[in-house]
């Protein structure tokens, strides 16, 4: 009985496509979130934003928000029968705010900070929503390969089983030919799958932020 070096040569193609995505390392949802706040830039944008209307407050809220200035001037002097000499003046200057200036600065920086925090509410919960869609689509993506591995390697089993079949005179080249399409056919839906699964993979990366490509773990619950 010869051995159908088709199945073999098959095998290690499937082998060299499936070694990378099982080195990347797999994470949860919480865990992907957790790197995503850290990492995402449009986050980190968003933060920044936070802080920076924190710090108005803050300087909104000091006595006075100007600094002194110290102001000097020079310049020669002559004195008759003396020769010349300089003279030397040193001020010190600083804005003051009128009545209820300092009062309207506050209310307008607790505004802006209110209006920071709300648009930053609005960013996060959005922002939790791309990224779990992004996740969970990923986690499909894997599940189907994993399926339509599975359908693959029954279907190359079922070709190999009819050559064989054939080799022996048990069944005619027609089936053998039915086989090797059919098997053809899931293989392409497996290359498609492997694709699906690269594809959300790197949407999944640009949002958590990172060069490094992450697994998603979990399982799709169906009812």
């Known amino acids: 009985m010869k051995?159908?070096?088709?199945?073999?040569?098959?095998i290690c193609f499937v082998v060299l496509l499936c070694a990378p995505l099982h080195a990347q390392q797999a994470i949860d949802f919480a865990t992907a979130f957790e790197l995503a706040r850290k990492n995402n830039p449009d986050w980190r944008a968003a933060e920044q934003e936070i802080q920076s209307a924190r710090g108005r407050l803050t300087t909104a809220r000091l006595l006075s928000p100007f600094n002194p200035a110290i102001e000097a001037q020079g310049g020669p002097?002559?004195?008759?029968?003396?020769?010349?000499?300089?003279?030397?003046?040193?001020?010190?200057?600083?804005?003051?705010?009128?009545?209820?200036?300092?009062?309207?600065?506050?209310?307008?920086?607790?505004?802006?900070?209110?209006?920071?925090?709300?648009?930053?509410?609005?960013?996060?919960?959005?922002?939790?929503?791309r990224l779990a869609r992004a996740f969970y689509q990923a986690v499909f993506a894997r599940e189907r390969l994993a399926l339509q591995r599975r359908i693959e390697n029954l279907?190359?089993?079922?070709?190999?089983?009819?050559?064989?079949?054939?080799?022996?005179?048990?069944?005619?080249?027609?089936?053998?030919?039915?086989?090797?399409?059919?098997?053809?056919?899931?293989?392409?839906?497996?290359?498609?799958?492997?694709?699906?699964?690269?594809?959300?993979?790197?949407?999944?990366?640009?949002?958590?932020?990172?060069?490094?490509?992450?697994?998603?773990?979990?399982?799709l619950e169906t009812t």
């Open 155 to 219: 279907n190359r089993t079922l070709a190999d089983v009819t050559k064989i079949k054939f080799d022996a005179g048990d069944v005619s080249g027609l089936e053998v030919n039915l086989a090797t399409v059919r098997y053809g056919q899931v293989r392409k839906e497996t290359l498609d799958a492997e694709r699906n699964l690269r594809q959300a993979l790197v949407k999944l990366k640009r949002l958590i932020g990172t060069d490094q490509t992450y697994l998603p773990e979990g399982k």
């Open 3 to 10: 051995t159908p070096t088709f199945a073999v040569s098959v």
């Open 77 to 129: 002097r002559r004195m008759p029968g003396e020769g010349t000499g300089a003279d030397i003046g040193v001020g010190l200057s600083m804005e003051v705010e009128v009545a209820g200036q300092r009062a309207a600065r506050i209310t307008e920086a607790e505004r802006n900070l209110q209006k920071s925090e709300a648009g930053f509410q609005d960013f996060m919960r959005t922002f939790r929503g």
